[in-house]
């Protein structure tokens, strides 16, 4: 069940992913729109001919019966299912002006549906799933430039929305642990709310512990300690294969930082290098560096529940954990905006861990949406009765073989970001915006 949104909404939306992503790639040189062949990144050409071809796929050729626009060639081109990641960019690509004519004659149809069929100006149903599916499609394409932009080196995005958050940038540490309440708990999504993911469906009793988890997430100087002490060379803080290749690939701290002797580190940031930002949370680590953090620091990772109870969970009349009462953001029900989280690009980077109190969950955590995604300790697996939406392959796939991350980061759109949003990556991944906080043993 999705709630019906209005045509103009629906139109307004996919225009801004669009600007986005022009944003994002406008500024690039031929040779940086294909850049070099690596795991975790795509050909930017590449990923946004794709993106057009998803509106194309599931809206235009799906649900209305077009043929497509260019012919065979579209799903030989940007299938990401049957088009294997390493051989993307030896593709015969369409050049960089016919992929963005393409993409705008995709986006002109696709709007133009909306205008021609909708009910006093409301999309059906089944559009306004499809459609809102289609921008944050986009949207996580988009997130996913930004990475790719960091992965090689990139100069920084520039976003006619960025704003100026120096005295964000320090105020400093939110050390401390708060304590929330066991209980029954209702872990997922509601069908009220106004649009879910498939892996996010439905809100389920489950029992949870009373349990302690940090205010905020693990900051860069806490991270810098676990470095100082041997962390990377501590053999039993790790499993055996990823030891051994941290061992064969030189690894001996998180990526992008570097060394300036003496155990002092600075942060490169896209193509600049900076001083690391103590009190920003620590990002772009694996699950397996968040994990050996844990062993080594005498703590844990939350669990995909405890993470959802202590970001959207309440106190019951009785001073216990509620049932009944459960909140769509940490904050309550109004959709995010910049003092309550660090979303949509306007910082350009990770933020203190102190900042944005107005954004704190009934228990007092902070940051939960926001910042740095958060990985939990959680394999992703689906909830009892899931059922695969249009887009069989977002989930599915990846059920058992990845781990759970929560939250968010800088780099994510507000519009699709709510509390029971799942993401889900291996936990080898690094080069994500990804931190996390932690729990008591």
């Given at each position: 069940?999705?709630?019906?949104?209005?045509?103009?909404?629906?139109?307004?939306?996919?225009?801004?992913?669009?600007?986005?992503?022009?944003?994002?790639?406008?500024?690039?040189?031929?040779?940086?729109?294909?850049?070099?062949?690596?795991?975790g990144v795509n050909p930017l050409r590449w990923e946004i001919g794709h993106i057009a071809y998803f509106y194309e796929f599931f809206i235009l050729r799906s649900l209305y019966?077009?043929?497509?626009?260019?012919g065979l060639k579209?799903?030989?081109?940007?299938?990401s299912i049957a088009v294997a990641h390493n051989t993307r960019w030896d593709l015969p690509l369409l050049s960089m002006t016919e992929t963005l004519a393409?993409?705008?004659?995709?986006?002109?149809?696709?709007?133009?549906?909306?205008?021609?069929?909708?009910?006093?100006?409301?999309?059906?149903?089944?559009?306004?799933?499809?459609?809102?599916?289609?921008?944050?499609?986009?949207?996580?394409?988009?997130?996913?430039?930004?990475?790719?932009?960091?992965?090689?080196?990139?100069?920084?995005?520039?976003?006619?929305?960025?704003?100026?958050?120096?005295?964000?940038?320090?105020?400093?540490?939110?050390?401390?642990?708060?304590?929330?309440?066991?209980?029954?708990?209702?872990?997922?999504?509601?069908?009220?709310n106004p649009f879910n993911f498939d892996n996010e469906k439905w809100a389920h009793a489950v029992d949870v512990n009373q349990f302690e988890i940090a205010k905020a997430p693990i900051t860069c100087s806490e991270?810098?300690?676990?470095?100082?002490?041997?962390?990377?060379?501590?053999?039993?803080?790790?499993?055996?294969?990823?030891?051994?290749?941290?061992?064969?690939?030189?690894?001996?701290?998180?990526a992008y930082w570097v060394s300036k002797g003496a155990n002092r580190w600075d942060l490169q940031q896209f193509d600049k290098i900076i001083p690391l930002p103590n009190h920003a949370p620590v990002s772009h680590v694996t699950w397996y560096e968040a994990n050996a953090y844990c062993h080594w620091a005498g703590v844990r990772l939350p669990s995909e529940i405890e993470w959802e109870v202590a970001a959207l969970g309440d106190y019951s009349s009785t001073g216990n954990l509620s049932?009944?009462?459960?909140?769509?953001?940490?904050?309550?029900?109004?959709?995010?905006?910049?003092s309550r989280a660090n979303l949509d690009g306007r910082a350009l980077g990770c933020i203190d861990v102190a900042a944005l109190a107005d954004g704190d969950s009934a228990f007092g955590c902070r940051q939960m949406l926001g910042n740095v995604w958060e990985w939990t300790a959680d394999t992703f697996n689906p909830y009892p009765g899931f059922k695969a939406d249009a887009y069989k392959e977002y989930s599915e796939m990846l059920f058992g073989s990845t781990k759970v991350l929560r939250g968010?980061?800088?780099?994510?759109?507000?519009?699709?970001?709510?509390?029971?949003?799942?993401?889900?990556?291996?936990?080898?991944?690094?080069?994500?915006?990804?931190?996390?906080?932690?729990c008591k043993l």
């Open positions: 069940m999705t709630q019906r949104v209005s045509a103009t909404y629906l139109i307004a939306t996919l225009q801004d992913a669009r600007a986005r992503t022009l944003e994002l790639v406008n500024d690039l040189d031929q040779e940086q729109l294909m850049g070099p062949k690596l795991p019966g077009h043929d497509s626009i260019l579209a799903d030989e081109l940007y299938d393409y993409m705008n004659d995709v986006l002109e149809k696709v709007c133009a549906h909306l205008v021609n069929n909708n009910e006093d100006g409301l999309a059906s149903e089944q559009d306004s799933f499809i459609y809102q599916f289609g921008a944050f499609h986009e949207d996580m394409h988009t997130e996913a430039f930004i990475w790719g932009r960091q992965t090689l080196g990139y100069p920084s995005p520039t976003f006619s929305i960025a704003s100026n958050v120096g005295l964000q940038r320090s105020l400093g540490s939110w050390p401390g642990f708060v304590k929330v309440p066991g209980g029954r708990f209702k872990l997922g999504a509601n069908p009220d991270f810098a300690a676990f470095v100082k002490d041997g962390g990377y060379q501590n053999k039993d803080l790790w499993p055996e294969d990823v030891w051994l290749h941290m061992k064969n690939n030189d690894i001996h701290h998180p049932f009944t009462k459960k909140r769509r953001y940490p904050w309550g029900d109004t959709p995010p905006n910049p968010g980061a800088w780099t994510t759109r507000s519009r699709m970001m709510h509390g029971t949003y799942r993401n889900f990556f291996e936990p080898h991944r690094w080069n994500i915006f990804s931190g996390f906080r932690v």
